[in-house]
């Protein structure tokens, strides 16, 4: 089953992508780490970076690291309080083994489900990612194991590549695992398996091919298909490869995929627009008309166009704009609670350090996170809570 079996295909262009790394990539056969495969990896990397594009790695491996370093409690690994103890003893290592292959600084960000899950930390976790970048630092993302159980659990790092190419709007999704690419059957156990070149769209049918992990990994071809779907519907291709095969990751830097490619539903830009545009609006911001007049430019909501904040609602929720005529206008998430919003109604962006304390960002609503209900707005349609905790500036 070697990577020959995929013919060379197009990767779609992109600029921005989240590489995710599978334990079994990392490990190596004496337990512990290998830089082994790790360098072919860093070198496709750091060409990307090279060449003005922007990575962010999601690496397992943290558990195949602990063993190592405390190999009695590698032993005992079958609870999952022990495999807790073995993430956070490997996890340093896991970062270091990252860091020698940069000159760049390498950021460790460690997640869960609810972080992302919760508004405010969703946007805080956002926030630090696209500042890491900005930096020019390479995140290295891993779930924060120690909490990281039942409910609060992504479950496996192939579903959290997905949820941070969806955070921070990347373009790819690029997964690299032992094996060459999605099989019609379990690779080992079924003779009639068959390389599975391109997937339109993750079917039942499609989900049905992948078996379980391999002796090291989580979760198997399943939740690489399910985190290919999860990343399909926010509007970003995946590329599934082997991260074992020197050519192939080579290939990728010559916009060569040998591997499976799972489309895209839509483009990335429509699936999140879509999602604001019927997300429950939380509350209101009512705003002049100079305003108005910035967001059909395509600009951010800066507080000193905003007149008064209607509703109660937090950081990262759904609010909906309305212009002087009670027009709907847009939708986008605020920056600021309802309560801190109604502090800086009608003031300079400059000033909202001043009057708060703190600040996240110069404006109510980023225009990333804002789309526009209709050019010309339409009339507003009652009610979400109109008028309900009012504040004016
Ligand atoms: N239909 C399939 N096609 C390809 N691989 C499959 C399929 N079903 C199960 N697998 C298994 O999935 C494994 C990769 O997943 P996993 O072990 O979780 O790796 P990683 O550590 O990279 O996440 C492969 O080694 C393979 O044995
Ligand atoms: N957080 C765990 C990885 C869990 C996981 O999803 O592993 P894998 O299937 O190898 O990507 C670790 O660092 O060991």
Redesign the pocket.
Known sequence: MDAHAFPAQALPPWRRAVLKV????LAADGGGLSPRFALGLAQFVLASLQAGREVVIVS?GAVAAGRAVLPKAGNAASTMAAKQALAALGQGQLIALWQRFFERPVAQVLLTHDDLRNRRRYLNARAALLELLRLGALPVVNENDTVAVDELKLGDN?NLAAAIASLVEADLLLIA???AG??S????RDPE?RPVVRVEAVTPAVLA??????A??????RTKLEAAAKAATAGIATALFSGRDAAAVAALGQGILHGTLVDAQGNRLSARKQWLRHAPAAGQLAIDEGARAALLRGASLLPGGVRAVRGDFRRGDVVEVRATDGAALARGLAQYSAQDGARIVGRHSREIEAVLGFRYDEAMIHRDDLVLLHAAGHPAVEPHGETNGETTA
């Open positions: 599978g334990s079994s990539l397992s192939d695992t032992d094996i999605l099989y059957g379990h690779p080992v398996a091919m992948a078996g379980e992990a391999g090291l990994g989580t979760g198997g071809m």
